[in-house]
């Protein structure tokens, strides 16, 4: 299951959830790959993440650089 945090420019926020299925038909394969990588991506006028890999890149940050 993938959690992702979806940001509007009217400042308005939703968490969805997804299978893999699903984010195969939503997203391309490089988006993908960047949220699972912990970034944030610019589609359809709202940012995207993943909250899980990005609270894992997060930690593993604070962690490297303190």
Do not use: C, Q
């Not at 945090?5 to 038909?25: F, G, N, R, W």
């Not at 970034?39 to 359809?44: A, G, Q």
């Amino acid at each position: 299951m993938n959690y992702i945090l979806i940001t509007s420019p009217d400042d308005s926020e939703m968490v969805t959830s997804y299978h893999d299925t699903e984010m195969a038909e939503l997203y391309t394969p490089m988006e993908i790959i960047a949220l699972r990588e912990g970034n944030v991506i610019f589609k359809n006028g709202a940012l995207h993440a993943d909250m899980l890999a990005a609270a894992r890149a997060a930690t593993l940050d604070e962690l490297v650089n303190g």
